[in-house]
Every structure is written in C-alpha cells, then in structure tokens.
C-alpha cells in the first residue's frame, strides 16, 4: 500500500496508519481505495483480533485532499457520482467490518477524518486537538459522512457543528460524543491498550455478532441514506459554491462569503 502502514502484532492487533504526513492524511482517491481495501482483508483475516486506525504525523486526517476534490469540480457527472460512491463505500467497509476498531487520534482531523472516527468503535484522542466539519467553508457540505456522523453524534449534539463549520477541541469532541476520551499525548498508547486488551479474552465470533446486532439495533445506515448522501454531494460539487470556495482556497483568498 502506498498511503497506508499496516502491522499486526503476535496478539492479532492490527494497526492501521494513514501515511501521508505531509499532506496532514487528507484522503486521496487512492487512499480511499486503499482503507476500502484494508477493511476487507483485516475483517476477513482469522488471525485479525482488533483494528487501530491511527496517523503518522501531527494529523490524525485532515479530510478529503483539495487536489482530489478539484478534480470533482471539473469532472463530468458520471466520474463525480463514481468518486463520491467510492468515498461512501470506504466508510461503510470501516463502519461493517466485523472487528473491533479503535481510533488513536493523535492529531487534529477535519471533515473525512470525523467520519473516520465516526465508523471507529471507540476513538480516544489526545487533548488539545481540533476537529471540525468544515466542509461548508469551502462550498461544500459533509455528505457522504452524514449518515456515520449523525449516528455516532445524535441530531442534536451534530446540529452544534455540522453546518457551522466551526473548530472545536478534542474536549468537547468528548462532550459531543464523538470521542470516548481526550487524554494528553504521552498517555494515548496506554488507554489505546486499554480500549484494545479486553478483546483478546473475548470469543472472535462472539465480537462479530454482537458488532453486527448493534449495527441492526442501532439502525445503522441503510442503502437509500447513503445514497442520499452520494447525490447530495454530487449535487454541490456541481454547485458554484464549490467552484469558487475551492478556488479561494488554492489561490490563498477569501471565499465570497468569507
């Protein structure tokens, strides 16, 4: 893999890390492709007891990359409607992979980073941290995210951030539900191992039913919610919103509403 480390340790903990540190791990198409990749291999994997999905750098994931999302700008609509599918489909092979996944969020994370955390079982990240939906700032709208934010948050908590676009810190990630715990850096990796160890007693099988009957109880998101999500991104990357909330951010200048 190319924008993806994986490990996995003799106790079958597999660790996960975005790799592309300098560009904060925003999410590329091939990155994408990748975590889609990831997800089925390490759910099919016998010997996989527990995922940790983590970064390399000071970002955890800053969202989709503003190359990638560019390209959707100019792109016909067929291409558009693939590429937001694809992004929808890596999310549910996270959301349904019958393995415990961990988040270690030892960074900020923006946009797609939140439903990155939004498909992690537990996520625990480091104090200090901002997160944001961001999407709106650049003319865009947290679509294909939507149906995993909204379930990890609930409508009220996710009405707080979800089309202000605003920063908030790792703290009240905790209030709003997103994280299970802010803890300072040097003890990430202790409560990672913490959230980690009482797997290894439970039965592999046992974990995989029980991950998919909180799935059907918990109403996880049907087929027609996730498409709603995909056109309603379509739709405003075909918006002149996008167009020029994009362009303001490669040429360094304030959006019309900014």
Known sequence: MNTLDLSIDARGVATLTLQRPDKHNAMSAEMIAELTQAAHDLGMDPAVRVVVLTGAGRSFC?????????????????????EARRLAEMLGALDAMPK????????????????LMSVCD?????????????????????????????????AAMVR????????FDAEEGVRLGLLAKAVSP???D??????????????PGAVAAAKALVARLGKAPTAAEVDAS???????????EAA??????FEKRSPPWG
């Not at 990359?65 to 558009?80: K, N």
């Not at 415990?100 to 439903?115: D, E, M, W, Y």
């Not at 480091?126 to 294909?144: D, H, Q, S, Y």
């Open 62 to 82: 800053a969202g989709g990359d503003l190359d990638w999302m560019r390209a959707q700008i100019s792109a016909d609509g067929p291409t558009r409607a693939r």
């Open 100 to 115: 415990p996944l961990i988040g270690r969020v030892q960074g900020q994370a923006f946009g797609g980073g939140i439903g």
């Open 122 to 154: 537990v996520a625990i990240g480091v104090t200090g941290a901002k997160l944001g939906l961001t999407e709106v700032r650049l003319g865009l709208i947290p679509a294909t995210i939507g149906p995993y934010v909204v379930a990890r948050m609930g």
């Open 160 to 167: 707080r951030v979800f089309f202000s676009g605003r920063i």
């Open 186 to 188: 040097d003890l990430l």
């Open 190 to 203: 202790a409560e990672v191992e913490a959230e980690v160890a009482p797997y290894l007693s439970a039965a």
């Open 230 to 240: 995909v056109e309603a991104l379509v739709a405003q990357w075909e918006g002149e």
């Open 244 to 249: 020029q909330g994009i362009a303001a951010f």
